[in-house]
């Protein structure tokens, strides 16, 4: 019987050591790996433990459906109420709030429809869709698409006239480039637009009110689902960036002297 017991804890141990990575693999967002904050988060937290991380930036939406494929260890993504159904469904252990920043709505810098003149964001929304101008959707499952849709669902409107909504299906940069180029408007979280080099004709023409809030999450994936995920590892790396140094990395990150998130 200990003959047998020295076996299993010998093949235990070493099918830990086979399966143990000396890196982290973190799901995220592309609007935190595109301003540079997610290659400086890694650094430090390299610097400061020795554990690699290894981001893959994608939607949320693929972020999510890749964690749920257990292809990472973490997922750092900004849509709360995806977030906690990929909990509930038994992917994912604990959602952390990180920080956060605020979605926009850019458009022409001439103004046309006066849409800055606007109370709030549904107002602005709702001038568009009776406007002759265009509207440029990422219309990709991520974040963004999705607060997207939901602005639009609480100004009541569900059908836009297909000539008017146009679908790019792809990255927040190529959507504001396809924006500028046509005179068109969008929406964007604002680290994106913050660090995005080709402005050319646009500009921020509505922000602020809490449908525009925008949080970020991050959740350790499930090692009872994922039994080869670095779930030791992981929680090393959220309590590093909720309460240790990683908080004041993300403070003090700022593009061009403005800061472009904000820790809870």
Do not use: C
């Amino acid at each position: 019987m200990k003959l047998k017991n020295l076996f299993l804890s010998l093949f235990l141990f070493f099918s830990i050591s086979v399966y143990s990575k000396d890196f982290i693999i973190i799901q995220s967002t592309t609007s935190i790996a595109n301003t540079g904050l997610l290659d400086l988060l890694a650094s430090e937290f390299k610097n400061k433990t020795g554990i690699s991380v290894r981001p893959i930036a994608v939607g949320t939406g693929n972020a999510i459906a890749n964690a749920k494929r257990g292809d990472g260890d973490l997922l750092f993504v900004h849509s709360k109420k995806d977030e906690l159904e990929f909990i509930d469904e038994g992917y994912g252990v604990q959602r952390y709030e990180v920080m956060y920043n605020k979605f926009i709505l850019v458009g022409p810098k001439s103004d046309p429809l006066k849409i800055s003149q606007e109370e709030d964001i549904l107002s602005a929304l709702k001038k568009i869709y009776n406007s002759e101008y265009k509207f440029i959707s990422r219309d990709d499952n991520s974040g963004t698409h999705k607060k997207e849709q939901e602005l639009w669902s609480l100004a009541n409107i569900k059908k836009f006239d297909s000539d008017k909504y146009i679908k790019t299906g792809t990255s927040m940069a190529n959507t504001l480039n396809i924006a500028s180029e046509i005179d068109a408007y969008t929406i964007s979280d604002k680290g994106t637009w913050l660090s995005f080099k080709n402005k050319n004709n646009l500009k921020i023409l509505f922000e602020g009110g809490d449908e525009l809030h925008n949080p970020y999450g991050i959740i350790a994936v499930n090692p009872e689902k994922f039994p080869h995920v670095e779930y030791n590892k992981s929680q090393k790396f959220i309590e590093w960036l909720i309460a240790g140094e990683g908080k004041d990395v993300i403070n003090r990150f700022t593009y061009n002297g403005e800061k472009l998130f904000h820790t809870n």
